[in-house]
């Protein structure tokens, strides 16, 4: 009898060592998680004037997030890109002088990898975290990921002011609650590709999240860059307004202001816009879409040089197909107007795929 209790004892034992080992090994699988990050946008295009037909890939991304703990996360990622640099050149005049060249291309292969995310993030509570390293630097997000069709199109920041998505410094995010919530990023303004230039000057930015209304979305962004030019010095600034509401899964609509101030560090050189735009459910796993943009800057400059628009004004709009989580297909039009004759039509053909 003693030894049968004694076999039963040791046998439920056992069950428990075991059980206890496999809700370990659970809870640490839960905690300790790691992932793929893949995410690729293709387009083919029709432009009529010059008739051309082309294929590019807006975007490559390849990588890995690892979660160390409930406090700790990493992620790391590549992005096709051109990040070649060409530079110094040395030259030679007719008398054989040589001189030494400056030159600031940046360009290199379309498809060459490049870092683009590399951080460390610190989840301090529910409330406050903070990441270091090559992070996002949460300008644009938010209407970004609004907008919904950024392998379409880039957002109005993006694509008119030319501002690098990440850069090399550490950002704060604070939740006061699901309502209210602000973020602040140090950096060097340089992007991801460069680290700081030999000016040593900083970039500071500064966004603020109130959500007053379920499915109703506000942000207010301030970022002031900071230039050590000896003649285009001034601190560019950039004051940006968002709203946008989502109705469930049928429709959604946004709209943005932005105002940057001594814009590439020209003094007392401005420009300002506005986009608007949203979505609508007409069948399942089918929706429209349309945006409007505007752009204007308040003197007469080359700004062709610096972004490749002039004044004028974006149509994009089309039809989205979603066949499954992760895949996008897009038949959209997309549109520019100014007051001369560089009017931009093309029809195009877009898909995304991400992991």
Not at 248 to 264: A, L, P, Q, V
Not at 266 to 294: A, H, L, P
Request: glycine letters at 8%.
């Amino acid at each position: 009898m003693i030894k049968r209790l004694s076999l039963i004892l040791i046998i439920n034992a056992m069950i428990i060592l075991v059980l206890n080992a496999q809700n370990d090994s659970i809870q640490n699988n839960t905690i300790r998680k790691g992932s793929p990050v893949v995410q690729v946008f293709f387009t083919t295009y029709y432009n009529p004037q010059p008739e051309k037909i082309g294929f590019s890939i807006g975007r490559a991304h390849l990588g890995y997030q690892y979660r160390f703990d409930d406090h700790f996360f990493a992620k790391i990622v590549l992005d096709r890109g051109r990040p070649g640099r060409l530079g110094p050149i040395s030259v030679s005049d007719s008398l054989g002088n040589q001189y030494q060249v400056d030159n600031s291309f940046h360009e290199g292969s379309f498809y060459t990898m490049t870092l683009k995310f590399a951080f460390l993030e610190w989840k301090v509570n529910k409330k406050l975290k903070f990441q270091g390293g090559s992070i996002l630097q949460n300008h644009y997000i938010t209407q970004e990921r609004f907008w919904g069709y950024r392998f379409i199109a880039k957002t109005f920041i993006d694509r008119y002011y030319l501002i690098p998505s990440c850069d090399l410094g550490f950002i704060s995010f604070y939740k006061f609650n699901d309502r209210y919530g602000f973020d602040l990023a140090v950096t060097n303004g340089e992007g991801f590709r460069f680290d700081q230039d030999h000016f040593g000057k900083l970039k500071i930015a500064g966004g603020l999240n109130l959500n007053f209304i379920k499915g109703l979305q506000l942000r207010l962004y301030y970022h002031n860059m900071m230039s050590g030019d000896s003649i285009n010095n001034a601190n560019e600034q950039l004051f940006s307004l968002f709203t946008g509401y989502k109705h469930k899964k049928i429709f959604r609509i946004g709209f943005e202001f932005n105002y940057m101030k001594d814009f590439h560090h020209i003094v007392n050189f401005n420009t300002y816009g506005m986009s608007v735009y949203g979505s609508c459910m007409i069948f399942k796993k089918t929706e429209v879409f349309f945006r409007y943009d505007i752009l204007q800057y308040d003197k007469a400059i080359n700004t062709e040089s610096l972004n490749g628009y002039l004044n004028g004004n974006a149509i994009i709009t089309g039809i989205s197909y979603h066949p499954l989580k992760g895949v996008k297909v897009a038949l959209n039009y997309q549109g520019w107007y100014t007051s001369s004759s560089s009017d931009i039509n093309i029809l195009a053909l877009s898909f995304e795929y991400k992991i």
